[in-house]
C-alpha cells in the first residue's frame, strides 16, 4: 500500500535580495560623497589628512548601523529609502564642510570672519539622529500602535507648536521668529517635531471619521461640496497656521502644515471641493496676515522686487540670484565658487549654495534623489494594507516634497521666503533628528508593505485516517 495524499512539503521561502540591494546603494552614496569631499578639499587647497578619512569613516559608520538595524528589525523594507537619505545627509555634510572653510579665506567674503566647524556639529547630530532612528525602529514594531495614541500626539503636537510663543523672547527668538526653545547647551527647534505629530493625528482623525468627511453636502457647479459641521479639521488647520503665523513670525511652518493637512485631506477623500475650500481659506488668510503682521508686508515686497532693498532686506534673494545665475548649467564646481556671500547659506540658501556650485545640472540630481524618496514612500501608501498606513506614508512623503517646494520656491523668488530649511541638506539639529524620525516610521510602514504574509500552519492528520489504495501487479 502507498499513500496517495502525502502532504508535499512546502516551498522555501524566496530569498529577502532588499537588503542587499540597500547595501550597494549605501556604498554607491558613500563613493559619491567621499568624491565631493575629495573634490572640495582639492579646490580649497587643503591637504589630504587623515581628518579627512576620520570623517568618512564617521559617515561609513553611522550607514552600516542604519542598515544593519533596518536588516535587523525591518527586513522587508523598500531598499532606497536609506540610501536616499544617506546620499542627501552626506552631500549636506560635504558642503557645510566647505562653507566652513570658505570662512577662512578673505577671497571669498567681503568683510574677514572667523572660521567656523558647522560640520563637525552636523556630524554630531547626524549621530543622534541616526540613534533617534535605531530606537524608533527598534520600539515601534507595528505602526498602527501609533493611531491608539492620535488624540496624545495630537495634543504633544500643539503644545510644541505654541511652546516657543509663550515663552519670552530671550528664550525663543533668533533672527526675528519665535520657533525656539533656547537653552544654555543647545537650542531646539520644537515645529519641527510638531510637523511629524500633527500628521500622526490627521491620518488617524481621517481614517476614523472617513465616512463624515466622503458624505456629499451641497453640489455647487456639478462639485460636491462638504457640510459646514465636516470642515472642522480644515478650519483648525487654518487656525493653527495663522496662529503660528502671527504668533511666531514663521511662515514656513504655517504654511507646511496648512498644505499637508489640505493634501492629506483630498487623499482620504477624494474630493476636489476640499482643495477649493483650501485655497479659499489660503488666500483669505493671507490677505489678512499681510493687512497683521508687518514682517509678512516685508517678506512680500522682498519677493516683488529685492533690489529694491538691496542693502537691507533684500540682499539675501538678491545674493541667491546671483549665486544662481553664476552657476549657471553646470556651476563653479565644488570648492570653487563663493557661496558663503549669501547669509545663511548653510541652512536657509543651503540650495542656493548647491546651485551656484554644481549648477542647474547638480541641484537637477539632489532633487532627484528628493523625488525617489518621495515616490517611494508614496509607493509604500499604495501597498499597504490599512488605510491608516495609507494616510501616514503619504503624509510623511508628501510633507518632505512640500518643504523642499517652499524652500527652493524661497531661495529663487518663486515665492515669499519662508526661513525653512532643506530636509537632510541643511545644517541644523532639529530639522535633522525629526526627520530621520519621520524616515523611521516610514521604513516600519514600508515593511508592513512588503512583508509575505505567514504560512499557514498545515493540519496534523493522524496515520491511522489516511485513504489507503490497494496496489496490484
Known amino acids: 500500500m502507498v499513500d496517495s495524499s502525502a502532504a508535499h512539503a512546502p516551498a522555501a521561502t524566496p530569498t529577502n535580495r532588499a537588503r542587499t540591494t540597500e547595501l550597494v546603494l549605501l556604498v554607491c552614496a558613500l563613493v559619491l560623497v567621499a568624491i565631493a569631499l575629495l573634490l572640495v578639499e582639492v579646490a580649497q587647497s587643503q591637504e589630504i ?6 570623517f568618512i569613516a564617521a559617515y561609513v559608520v553611522l550607514f552600516a548601523v542604519a542598515h544593519l538595524v533596518v536588516r535587523r528589525f525591518a527586513p522587508y523594507a523598500d531598499p532606497t529609502l536609506l540610501p536616499a537619505v544617506a546620499a542627501l545627509n552626506g552631500l549636506g555634510l560635504v558642503m557645510i564642510h566647505r562653507l566652513d572653510l570658505g570662512t577662512a579665506r578673505t577671497d571669498e567674503l567681503l568683510t574677514s570672519t572667523e572660521p567656523t566647524s558647522n560640520a563637525d556639529q552636523q556630524l554630531l547630530w547626524a549621530v543622534i539622529g541616526i540613534v533617534a532612528f535605531a530606537v524608533t525602529l527598534m520600539l515601534l514594531r ?29 528664550m525663543s527668538e533668533i533672527n526675528g521668529s519665535k520657533i525656539w526653545i533656547r537653552t544654555p547647551l543647545f537650542n531646539i527647534q520644537p515645529g519641527e517635531f510638531s510637523k511629524i505629530l500633527v500628521i500622526i493625528f490627521t491620518a488617524a482623525f481621517l481614517v476614523s ?32 497656521a495663522l496662529g503660528v503665523l502671527g504668533f511666531e513670525s514663521d511662515l514656513g511652518t504655517s504654511l507646511l502644515i496648512f498644505a499637508t493637512v489640505l493634501t492629506m485631506l483630498y487623499i482620504a477623500t477624494e474630493r476636489v471641493s476640499w482643495l477649493l475650500l483650501g485655497v479659499g481659506l489660503f488666500a483669505v488668510g493671507a490677505v489678512v496676515a499681510y493687512q497683521l503682521f508687518a514682517h509678512l508686508q516685508i517678506r512680500v515686497q522682498v519677493w516683488q522686487d529685492p533690489f529694491a532693498q538691496y542693502d537691507t532686506y533684500g540682499y539675501q534673494v538678491a545674493q541667491s540670484l546671483f549665486g544662481l545665475a553664476t552657476g549657471g548649467m553646470f556651476g563653479t564646481g565644488l570648492g570653487s565658487g563663493r557661496p558663503n556671500i549669501v547669509p545663511f547659506a548653510n541652512t536657509d540658501f543651503i540650495l542656493a549654495s548647491f546651485g551656484e556650485e554644481l549648477g542647474l545640472v547638480g541641484l537637477g540630481a539632489i532633487f532627484m534623489l528628493y523625488f525617489i524618496f ?22 510623511l512623503s508628501i510633507t518632505i516634497i512640500i518643504q523642499l517646494f517652499v524652500v527652493f520656491g524661497g531661495v529663487s523668488k518663486l515665492i515669499p521666503l519662508t526661513g525653512l530649511t532643506s530636509p537632510f541638506l541643511s545644517y541644523g539639529g532639529s530639522s535633522l533628528l525629526a526627520n530621520y524620525i519621520l524616515l523611521a516610521i516610514l521604513i516600519r510602514i514600508s515593511n508592513a508593505a512588503r512583508e509575505p504574509d505567514a504560512p499557514k500552519p498545515r493540519p496534523k492528520v493522524e496515520v491511522e485516517s489516511l485513504p489507503t489504495q490497494v496496489v496490484r501487479k
Not at 49 to 54: E, H, I
Not at 211 to 233: S, V
Not at 375 to 386: E, K
Not at 389 to 394: M, R, V
Request: glycine share 8%.
Open 209 to 240: 471619521r472617513r465616512d463624515l468627511f466622503t458624505t456629499a453636502g451641497k453640489q455647487i457647479m456639478g462639485i460636491d461640496f462638504p457640510r459646514a459641521r465636516d470642515m472642522g479639521p480644515l478650519l483648525a488647520a487654518w487656525i493653527i
Open 49 to 54: 589628512s587623515w581628518a579627512l578619512a576620520k
Open 374 to 395: 518621495v515616490m517611494r514612500g508614496l509607493r509604500t501608501a499604495v501597498a499597504v494594507r490599512d488605510s491608516f498606513g495609507k494616510l501616514l506614508a503619504a503624509g
Open 142 to 170: 507595528d505602526h498602527r500602535t501609533l493611531a491608539r495614541y492620535a488624540y496624545t500626539l495630537g495634543l504633544a503636537g500643539l503644545i510644541f507648536l505654541a511652546l516657543p510663543a509663550i515663552l519670552p523672547a530671550s
